[in-house]
């Protein structure tokens, strides 16, 4: 599935130390060298910090959020730091700042607020989501009140709401996006099964991803039947004897 957050930031220096640029929304620092938070950090102003692969799909994910959230002026400034040394090939577990901060997952997140007070892991993002939920909420209902007839849009709420965990809210927002392409897309009944899947519906998922993976054989759309075996958001159906059964047409 898809993903979210959003940085600001400081500008990188060869040495890997950084510098401010009062004009830069969203900049990216390290790779893979080590930082120092309280150098990066800015006085008086809460300050988030996402360490993130982009070799890390779910990195990717919450970046296209990020990148939309930073376009605009929210009070947070944010800095993005790039584990991965240049020539890596994979996500950079052994770089000087993944051992400086012991990174063990992705993406890993700090927050130092306007008082200085530190944060990491969830409770860094617990606050800083809340100003991302909060802003995105706005954002898609403006968007579906202007397009109401765009599955894109009721698709890319879903996906908002995917990356926050508000599972039954995303199955809703599939659902219109599915009855706005007459259950002929074979990529969003997939998204909305997932959904359902996590949301806790495990006949009703069934039901769409047997429809979704019935239209990608058809069209040959390769890439969602491999991918529909490992994806993580349709673990809770892995007891299922109808996910077994689909395992084993598909």
């Not at 403006?142 to 709401?161: A, N, T, W």
Request: hydrophobic share 35%; aromatic share 14%; glycine share 6%.
């Amino acid at each position: 599935m898809k993903i979210l957050i959003s940085l600001l930031l400081s500008g990188l220096l060869t040495t890997g130390q950084a510098f401010c640029q009062e004009n830069k929304t969203i900049n990216e620092v390290s790779f893979g060298t080590t930082i120092e938070v309280s150098t990066l950090s800015r006085r008086g102003q809460d300050c988030f910090f996402m360490f993130y692969s982009p070799k890390s799909e779910k990195c990717q994910n919450m970046m296209n959020f990020i990148r939309d959230y930073g376009a605009g002026n929210h009070g947070v400034y944010i800095t993005i730091v790039n584990i991965d040394r240049k020539a890596h090939k994979e996500i950079d577990w052994d770089s000087p700042v993944s051992r400086q901060y012991g990174l063990k997952t992705l993406p890993y997140y700090i927050l130092v607020d306007s008082q200085g007070k530190f944060s990491d892991g969830e409770e860094a993002w617990k606050v800083f989501s809340g100003k991302l939920f909060h802003f995105f909420e706005e954002k898609m209902a403006k968007k579906i009140s202007f397009l109401h007839e765009d599955s894109s849009i009721y698709c890319e709420f879903g996906s908002f709401y995917m990356e926050f965990g508000e599972f039954g809210k995303a199955a809703e927002k599939y659902r219109r996006a599915v009855e706005l392409t007459g259950s002929e897309n074979e990529k969003i009944l997939y998204d909305f099964a997932c959904a359902l899947s996590r949301a806790g519906r495990p006949e009703e998922a069934l039901k769409n991803l047997e429809k979704a993976l019935f239209l990608a054989k058809k069209r040959h759309t390769e890439e969602l039947l491999q991918y529909f075996k490992q994806d993580i958001d349709l673990e809770p159906l892995a007891e299922q004897s109808g996910f077994q059964a689909l395992l084993d047409k598909y």
